[in-house]
């Protein structure tokens, strides 16, 4: 009923920039907050960033300062705009949204991801 399409990920060298785009569609009432998080290899999947559809955002500690969070409520998109990336950052990056269905329920879905990899 809903899908969440990431784009954007690819490889960088330390201290470049990518910029993180993930697109919602389907049928549904509302889009709450939305977010990106990430996973690399042998860690648990971290939230990286969310954004309310009031524009109130969140930021992990480590991406503080070099990530900024933006979406548009009229078209449904959430962006993820990296600077300054460290190796650290490698990570597969996933895109979630806590929508609201039809039937009045608020349900939770994630994209398929998209590798991100800063490497020289």
């Known amino acids: 009923q809903v899908q969440l399409v990431e784009s954007g990920g690819g490889s960088v060298q330390p201290g470049g920039s990518l910029r993180l785009s993930c697109a919602a569609s389907?049928?549904?009432?509302?889009?709450?907050?939305m977010g990106w998080y990430r996973q690399a290899p042998g860690n648990q999947r971290e939230l990286v960033a969310t954004?309310?559809?009031?524009?109130?955002?969140n930021y992990a500690d480590s991406v503080k300062g070099r990530f900024t969070i933006s979406r548009d409520n009229a078209k449904n998109t959430v962006d993820l705009q990296m600077n300054v990336l460290r190796t650290e950052d490698t990570a597969v990056y996933y895109c979630?949204?806590?929508?609201?269905?039809?039937?009045?329920?608020?349900?939770?879905?994630w994209g398929q991801g998209t590798q991100v990899t800063v490497s020289s």
């Open positions: 979630k949204a806590g929508v609201r269905m039809s039937d009045f329920n608020w349900y939770e879905y």
């Open positions: 389907g049928r549904f009432i509302s889009i709450n907050v």
């Open positions: 954004i309310t559809s009031g524009g109130s955002t």
